[in-house]
């Protein structure tokens, strides 16, 4: 008796770019609720999209871009972190505009990517 190999679901950018969307959320949920097993779910879940993007499309990285005008600025704030060395220009401007709604997860985070940059201590991952 042969056995069928079940193929997984192809995976297309968009709905790779919605697991992006739905982990830097997650991240920013657990980090809100001071939830460290949710926040670095959320962690895992985008940096895996990430790997998956990256490994599909011969635009890398650059597949992040549309996420900039993303209307959560969780959302934003993570994918600035990952295209800052490659459009410092069109990422900059988006997180002086997170890091301005002082108190949310957002903004700290956008706050230590564009300082972690400044000083040279980020690694673009």
Same mark, same amino acid.
């Given at each position: 008796?042969?056995?069928k190999?079940?193929?997984?679901e192809?995976?297309? $950018?968009?709905?790779?770019? $919605? $697991?992006?969307?739905k982990?830097?959320?997650?991240?920013?949920?657990?980090?809100?609720?001071?939830?460290? $097993?949710i926040?670095?779910a959320?962690?895992?879940?985008?940096?895996?999209?990430?790997?998956?993007?990256?490994? #599909?499309?011969?635009?890398?990285?650059?597949?992040?871009?549309?996420?900039?005008?993303?209307?959560?600025?969780g959302?934003?704030?993570?994918?600035?972190?990952?295209?800052? #060395?490659?459009?410092?220009?069109l990422?900059?401007?988006?997180?002086d505009?997170?890091?301005?709604?002082?108190?949310?997860?957002?903004?700290?985070?956008?706050?230590?990517? #564009?300082?972690?940059?400044?000083?040279h201590?980020?690694?673009?991952?």
């Amino acid at each position: 008796m042969s056995q069928k190999t079940i193929q997984p679901e192809l995976e297309t $950018e968009q709905s790779l770019l $919605e $697991e992006f969307r739905k982990g830097a959320i997650l991240k920013h949920l657990g980090h809100l609720l001071e939830n460290e $097993e949710i926040e670095l779910a959320g962690f895992d879940q985008y940096k895996e999209a990430l790997r998956k993007l990256e490994a #599909k499309s011969p635009a890398g990285r650059d597949v992040l871009l549309p996420l900039l005008r993303d209307p959560d600025s969780g959302v934003r704030s993570v994918a600035c972190a990952h295209l800052i #060395k490659r459009h410092t220009d069109l990422v900059m401007p988006i997180l002086d505009e997170i890091i301005g709604e002082w108190g949310t997860p957002a903004a700290g985070s956008a706050r230590n990517t #564009k300082e972690a940059f400044q000083f040279h201590l980020h690694d673009g991952d």
